[in-house]
């Protein structure tokens, strides 16, 4: 008999990258692609909600709310019902999988009430058939008192009992996880599922410890049941040797008696109690193999759901990102023009995040100091020189200086120099008159 699988997890926001993994509007690596079609919505969106992101806020805006939802409360709660992979295969086979989902919503729908349940999704391209509900965790009653609440001697005004709220922590409870666990094996008995062991003291190992530990055992069986077929082989043989000298001729006569024993011996030996034990051993042993194998599975398809967690995560937090980067392109596309010239600014002319930040809301800043030129390899004086940001012809922000670009700007400064140096500047060199 396997085990009926209950995962619970709380999210807030809209949770839109946890619905791209449900809709597959992102494809895992983990999932069938040819199977794909086979996953499908267990429960009808009300009418204008297309999604399951839309329907987690059609309940919060329908549910009669009074309070401001925070910006850090939990909105919704994830619910992953599945059971043991072998007991999920016999159950599809058996042609119980439509049935299997009914009994699951009409737990959902008894233990969160029908309306909060608002998604829930077979998935079928995966190793597993599983189930990915969300329910909206809407309560109603008095909230609980904080106990510094209780210690301050103010009298608090009563709500009314039906008044609706989002209070997930109310749902969480150590001892309702705990009752949800047994009330879930109780609905999935009747497919042949049962609780996981209730308070288990077992501790998790790194994964390489454990597979470590695993092929150590196996190898170890391996030896065994070698050892056990050896000792088989080798009364076998005694036995058949023994057969083959009775029946020579020099055995005949009085020897015959004496080598007779000899064979019945070992053929009591071969069929004794000793024997019957290494057999049983070794079948003992085989059926250990088959039990650790079967456990490293489930650790395996447990290690995989935390890498799925986890790729849910990074996926959420990318998404949030592009959001981001596309929220500063839409409404300030000038943004993306600047970060070259910001970072010229800062390697190349070594200007300080004040100066940057001004010059970012395109106003003048007076610049006094030096400024280096990466077309000289110098640095030039500038004393009250006024810096700006602006377009060149082709649309691209570049840096000027007192009002030309700022290679114009250095350049001048080079002539100056040589002139001051009493040294020919280029366009002098030229004809051209200065």
């Given at each position: 008999m396997g085990y009926a699988v209950l995962h619970m997890e709380k999210t807030n926001g809209t949770d839109a990258a946890m619905s791209a993994h449900i809709e597959r509007t992102i494809k895992p690596?983990?999932?069938?692609?040819?199977?794909?079609?086979?996953?499908?919505?267990?429960?009808?969106?009300?009418?204008?909600?297309?999604?399951r992101t839309q329907a987690i806020q059609h309940r919060l805006d329908t549910a009669g709310l009074t309070r401001k939802i925070g910006n850090n409360q939990v909105r919704a709660i994830r619910v992953l019902l599945t059971g043991t992979h072998e007991d999920m295969e016999r159950i599809t086979k058996e042609g119980r999988l439509d049935e299997w989902c009914d009994d699951n919503l009409r737990y959902l729908a008894d233990t969160f009430g029908r309306e909060n349940i608002v998604s829930a999704v077979l998935h079928m391209d995966e190793q597993t058939p599983h189930i990915h509900a969300t329910f909206v965790p809407i309560v109603k009653g008095e909230r609980k008192r904080k106990k510094k609440e209780e210690q301050v001697k103010k009298r608090y005004r009563k709500k009314p009992t039906d008044t609706a709220r989002l209070c997930a922590d109310d749902i969480m409870t150590r001892a309702k996880l705990k009752s949800y666990q047994d009330t879930y094996a109780q609905a999935m008995s009747?497919?042949?599922?049962?609780?996981?062991?209730?308070?288990?003291?077992?501790?998790h190992i790194t994964t390489r410890q454990y597979y470590r530990d695993l092929m150590q055992q196996r190898e170890q069986l391996r030896t065994d049941i070698g050892q056990l077929q050896d000792q088989k082989g080798a009364v076998q043989e005694e036995l058949k040797r023994a057969k083959k000298e009775v029946q020579t001729e020099k055995l005949k006569g009085a020897a015959t008696t004496a080598a007779t024993n000899i064979a019945e011996s070992v053929g009591s030996l071969f069929g004794s109690n000793k024997v019957k034990t290494l057999e049983k051993q070794n079948i003992v042993l085989q059926n250990r193999i088959i039990e650790l194998e079967e456990d490293a599975q489930r650790r395996e398809e447990w290690h995989i759901k935390q890498m799925q967690d986890m790729k849910s995560a990074y996926e959420q937090q990318n998404y949030k990102l592009s959001e981001f980067v596309d929220f500063v392109k839409r409404y300030f596309p000038y943004v993306e023009k600047l970060m070259p010239t910001i970072k010229f600014l800062r390697k190349t002319l070594n200007f300080g995040d004040a100066v940057i930040r001004k010059l970012c809301t395109f106003k003048d800043v007076s610049i006094k100091g030096e400024l280096y030129s990466r077309e000289f390899n110098q640095h030039f004086k500038a004393d009250g020189a006024v810096c700006s940001l602006k377009q060149d012809t082709e649309g691209k922000l570049e840096l000027n200086i007192d009002g030309i670009s700022h290679v114009s700007w250095f350049r001048r400064k080079k002539d100056e120099f040589m002139e001051a140096l009493e040294i020919p500047t280029r366009k002098q060199n030229r004809g051209i008159k200065l």
């Amino acid at each position: 008999m396997g085990y009926a699988v209950l995962h619970m997890e709380k999210t807030n926001g809209t949770d839109a990258a946890m619905s791209a993994h449900i809709e597959r509007t992102i494809k895992p690596k983990n999932a069938d692609e040819s199977r794909t079609h086979l996953n499908r919505e267990l429960i009808r969106f009300p009418d204008g909600v297309e999604n399951r992101t839309q329907a987690i806020q059609h309940r919060l805006d329908t549910a009669g709310l009074t309070r401001k939802i925070g910006n850090n409360q939990v909105r919704a709660i994830r619910v992953l019902l599945t059971g043991t992979h072998e007991d999920m295969e016999r159950i599809t086979k058996e042609g119980r999988l439509d049935e299997w989902c009914d009994d699951n919503l009409r737990y959902l729908a008894d233990t969160f009430g029908r309306e909060n349940i608002v998604s829930a999704v077979l998935h079928m391209d995966e190793q597993t058939p599983h189930i990915h509900a969300t329910f909206v965790p809407i309560v109603k009653g008095e909230r609980k008192r904080k106990k510094k609440e209780e210690q301050v001697k103010k009298r608090y005004r009563k709500k009314p009992t039906d008044t609706a709220r989002l209070c997930a922590d109310d749902i969480m409870t150590r001892a309702k996880l705990k009752s949800y666990q047994d009330t879930y094996a109780q609905a999935m008995s009747g497919y042949g599922l049962q609780r996981g062991i209730d308070g288990s003291e077992a501790k998790h190992i790194t994964t390489r410890q454990y597979y470590r530990d695993l092929m150590q055992q196996r190898e170890q069986l391996r030896t065994d049941i070698g050892q056990l077929q050896d000792q088989k082989g080798a009364v076998q043989e005694e036995l058949k040797r023994a057969k083959k000298e009775v029946q020579t001729e020099k055995l005949k006569g009085a020897a015959t008696t004496a080598a007779t024993n000899i064979a019945e011996s070992v053929g009591s030996l071969f069929g004794s109690n000793k024997v019957k034990t290494l057999e049983k051993q070794n079948i003992v042993l085989q059926n250990r193999i088959i039990e650790l194998e079967e456990d490293a599975q489930r650790r395996e398809e447990w290690h995989i759901k935390q890498m799925q967690d986890m790729k849910s995560a990074y996926e959420q937090q990318n998404y949030k990102l592009s959001e981001f980067v596309d929220f500063v392109k839409r409404y300030f596309p000038y943004v993306e023009k600047l970060m070259p010239t910001i970072k010229f600014l800062r390697k190349t002319l070594n200007f300080g995040d004040a100066v940057i930040r001004k010059l970012c809301t395109f106003k003048d800043v007076s610049i006094k100091g030096e400024l280096y030129s990466r077309e000289f390899n110098q640095h030039f004086k500038a004393d009250g020189a006024v810096c700006s940001l602006k377009q060149d012809t082709e649309g691209k922000l570049e840096l000027n200086i007192d009002g030309i670009s700022h290679v114009s700007w250095f350049r001048r400064k080079k002539d100056e120099f040589m002139e001051a140096l009493e040294i020919p500047t280029r366009k002098q060199n030229r004809g051209i008159k200065l």
